[in-house]
């Protein structure tokens, strides 16, 4: 019923920037709370910012003042703009959103894309 697809990963030497855009389509009535995620191989999946309908934020600690979580309500898009990027920033990066679901009341459901990839090195 509802897809999130992100984009805009990719290599990028360290000190660099990157935009990450998640876009959500389907049968949205609404989405609450967004937030991405990333997984580096062999470490657990890690939250990284988070942003709510009316767009407070949280950052994890490790990119505190680095990276900066935005909503464009209009288009169901989420981005994560990541500035000052880390070799130690390289993972999946994935998206998820609560969404209410057009005809459904009562409950929100938890959506996650399929990841992209950011490689930080040089």
């Known amino acids: 019923q509802v897809q999130l697809v992100e984009s805009g990963g990719g290599l990028v030497q360290p000190g660099g920037s990157l935009r990450l855009s998640c876009a959500a389509s389907?049968?949205?009535?609404?989405?609450?709370?967004m937030a991405w995620y990333r997984q580096a191989p062999g470490k657990q999946r890690e939250l990284v910012a988070t942003?709510?309908?009316?767009?407070?934020?949280t950052y994890a600690d490790s990119v505190k003042g680095r990276f900066t979580i935005s909503r464009d309500v209009a288009k169901n898009t989420g981005y994560l703009q990541m500035n000052a990027l880390k070799p130690e920033d390289t993972a999946v990066y994935l998206c998820?959103?609560?969404?209410?679901?057009?005809?459904?009341?009562?409950?929100?459901?938890?959506?996650w894309g399929q990841g992209t990839q950011v490689t930080v090195s040089s």
């Open positions: 998820k959103a609560d969404v209410f679901i057009i005809g459904v009341y009562g409950r929100q459901y938890e959506y």
């Open positions: 389907g049968s949205i009535r609404s989405i609450n709370n």
């Open positions: 942003i709510t309908s009316s767009g407070r934020t």
